[in-house]
């Protein structure tokens, strides 16, 4: 029997967004499991990073079916958390997941056919268990099917009930459109959109996602907002060895640590400072300086990480010269 008890300051400090024009608000900072709640993870240090994101004002907590390692991993090691921790307090959260990524051996466990993405979802639930999620979302743009099937599947999965909202991941902004187009006829609840972005990776703003959503109404979660960690102050002395390239990352390799890029990375660190803040606080305060944004997710390897990261709500305002010492930073 668990002995937490969320604190009850929890929703004193954390702003919370309305998700484009749906009735639904997120924290301006959720929690991310892609990394760190693995099979070969820490499970207290999962459980201890849960509680101080709630316990912060934390109440998204976002996965995928793919998760891991191995895959699914996070979803049952989360799955457990919520069975064991923090049953009292479903209500209070939004627990997303996704599938559109290679998951099972075969022809269907992998983008975006209705078979794949429904029994993705029901496996998910199950190691969840849950009933439903918050949110559902496709993972990415499937080339050979039609986007019309993926759409009527997210349709079919709300009305199931198996997903109260629905949400599309790393889709560009005409086709983001064209699926808004799709579900709006169908009045289905498609109110989000989850993309890579940060201060070296803003191609959601030449793909016409960022300057699209808003106009459809839809809100815009982000990803790796850290650049994989490459925006924090852990790469500022060298490569550490416990760090995601130290431990060979397939997502952050040490050729992505060029000179150029340590160059970047020290400089707006000096304006990190200047304005009073770390560098990942930096990072993040940059990105929720757009209304457009409803929230970014982070993640952690330790709860010191969330509780310092989280301190960027309260200075999200640039000034002109600021933004454009970035740009003349990074370009």
């Known amino acids: 029997m668990t002995d937490y008890q969320a604190a009850k300051t929890r929703y004193n400090t954390m702003p919370y967004n309305r998700c484009g024009r749906s009735g639904l608000k997120l924290p301006a900072v959720s929690l991310g499991l892609w990394h760190?709640?693995?099979?070969?993870?820490n499970y207290e240090?999962?459980?201890?990073?849960?509680f101080t994101a709630f316990d912060n004002g934390i109440t998204h907590f976002d996965l995928a079916n793919n998760y891991g390692p191995v895959n699914g991993a996070a979803e049952t090691n989360f799955g457990r958390i919520l069975r064991e921790d923090l049953a009292a307090y479903r209500d209070e959260l939004i627990i997303s997941t996704k599938a559109g990524y290679g998951m099972w051996e075969g022809p269907y466990g992998?983008?975006?056919?209705?078979?794949?993405?429904?029994?993705?979802?029901?496996?998910s639930l199950k190691r969840l268990g849950l009933d439903y999620v918050d949110i559902f979302y496709h993972h990415r743009m499937d080339p050979e099917t039609p986007l019309e099937e993926t759409m009527l599947a997210l349709d079919r999965i709300v009305r199931s009930g198996k997903a109260l909202y629905v949400g599309i991941s790393n889709y560009d902004g005409p086709t983001m459109l064209r699926a808004a187009e799709i579900l709006n006829d169908l009045h289905t609840p498609f109110l989000i959109n989850q993309n890579c972005y940060n201060i070296f990776d803003r191609s959601i703003e030449r793909n016409?996602?960022?300057a699209e959503a808003p106009k459809a109404g839809k809100g815009i979660i982000t990803f790796s907002p850290l650049a994989q960690g490459l925006l924090t102050d852990r790469y500022l002395n060298g490569i550490p060895a416990d760090s995601r390239i130290g431990k060979g990352s397939?997502?952050?390799?040490?050729?992505?640590?060029?000179?150029?890029?340590?160059?970047?990375?020290?400089?707006?660190n000096e304006l990190a400072k200047e304005r009073g803040q770390s560098l990942a606080q930096f990072a993040?305060?940059?990105?929720?300086?757009d209304s457009d944004i409803t929230s970014v997710l982070i993640g952690a390897s330790r709860p010191a990480q969330i509780t310092d990261c989280i301190q960027c709500v309260g200075n999200t305002s640039f000034t002109?010269?600021?933004l454009r010492k970035i740009d003349e930073i990074t370009a």
Do not use: H
């Open 45 to 50: 240090n999962m459980r201890q990073m849960c």
């Open 110 to 123: 992998d983008f975006g056919s209705r078979k794949y993405l429904i029994a993705s979802l029901d496996q």
């Open 320 to 322: 002109a010269e600021e």
């Open 36 to 41: 760190n709640f693995g099979s070969n993870d």
């Open 284 to 289: 993040l305060s940059w990105i929720l300086k």
């Open 250 to 268: 397939p997502f952050l390799r040490s050729s992505n640590v060029t000179a150029k890029r340590l160059e970047q990375i020290l400089a707006l």
């Open 208 to 210: 016409g996602l960022k």
